[in-house]
């Protein structure tokens, strides 16, 4: 069953302390301030594991999201056809695609990188995502990095 993903937007201070420091700890990574993950949860007081827990799962909101790069892989199955619709989709929302990288099917299974650019009437991107989710033969969608 596909996990129902939702963005919300919150104040700062509704955030539990946690994944604010996730969020330190990924910058000091960015920046090479610090060289290793252990490092950089050593430096801002938490675990490796609540690291791992939530990195993929809390990025720092920037009110000009336009030019912002992002970059989402998928798992999905082995289908003429599927992967124009995917492109397709994402193209309705105004996004540029600038980069894909499909491997080859295992087991009847493929995955997707692809790298879009936020442009000034990109709509919302989480609904593109769930639209996406809900697609027929998509089984995961991930945003795993923004620019």
Same mark, same amino acid.
């Given at each position: 069953? %596909?996990e129902?993903t939702? /963005? ?17 700890? *990924? ?10 993950? @252990?490092?950089?949860? !050593? ?6 594991s609540?690291? /791992?827990? /939530?990195?993929?799962?809390?990025? @720092?909101?920037?009110?000009?999201? @336009?030019?912002?790069?992002?970059t989402m ?16 989709s ?7 695609? %600038? ?12 995955? %997707? ?10 709509? !919302? ?6 639209? %996406?989710e809900n *697609? ?12």
């Amino acid at each position: 069953m %596909l996990e129902n993903t939702k /963005y919300f937007v919150v104040r700062k201070k509704a955030v539990p302390e946690v994944l604010l420091k996730v969020v330190e700890a *990924k910058e000091l990574l960015e920046s090479e301030k610090v060289l290793t993950i @252990q490092e950089a949860v !050593d430096k801002v007081g938490i675990s490796r594991s609540s690291f /791992y827990k /939530y990195k993929d799962d809390i990025f @720092q909101f920037h009110d000009n999201s @336009q030019g912002t790069t992002l970059t989402m892989t998928f798992q999905m199955d082995d289908e003429p056809g599927l992967l124009s619709d995917v492109l397709k989709s994402i193209s309705e929302f105004h996004m540029n695609i %600038l980069t894909i990288h499909q491997s080859i099917p295992i087991n009847g299974v493929a995955s %997707l990188s692809l790298s879009v650019q936020v442009l000034r009437n990109t709509e !919302d991107i989480s609904r593109m995502i769930e639209q %996406l989710e809900n *697609k027929s033969g998509v089984h995961r969608v991930k945003i795993v990095a923004r620019e």
